[in-house]
């Protein structure tokens, strides 16, 4: 069956770092534009960024540009997401996404399948 897995998330001091993984359980989904999205308690879903099925164009919040890479791998299917100086206001559970278009995925369009998320907590 069609799975989103994501795994890395963790426990982890204001300023660090971590790496987030989404694996994908059919070889297909390297046609796919990828994307992660976050969502806080008590908070709408939020995007994060997006990355087009051939990796050339990649789309980021504003609220995380410069201290998150998002990137993949085709030939292995996996996507990552790269989180430098990390904030508190970065505490989220973390979803990964599939879809039409990674531009797209900034208005929430076009999107196929999701992952069941993983968890992120900044500390002070």
């Known amino acids: 069956q069609v799975q989103l897995v994501e795994s890395g998330g963790g426990l982890v001091q204001a300023g660090g770092s971590l790496r987030l993984s989404c694996a994908a359980s059919?070889?297909?989904?390297?046609?796919?534009?990828m994307g992660w999205f976050r969502q806080a308690p008590g908070k709408e879903r939020e995007f994060v960024a997006s990355i087009s099925w051939s990796g050339g164009s990649t789309y980021y919040a504003d609220s995380v540009k410069g201290r998150f890479t998002i990137s993949r791998d085709n030939a292995k299917n996996p996507v990552y997401l790269q989180m430098n100086s990390l904030k508190p206001e970065d505490t989220a559970v973390y979803y990964c996404?599939?879809?039409?278009?990674?531009?797209?995925?900034?208005?929430?369009?076009?999107?196929?399948?999701w992952g069941q998320g993983t968890q992120v907590t900044v500390s002070s």
């Open positions: 996404a599939a879809g039409t278009t990674a531009q797209g995925m900034g208005d929430y369009a076009g999107i196929d399948y």
């Open positions: 059919v070889r297909t989904f390297s046609r796919y534009a």
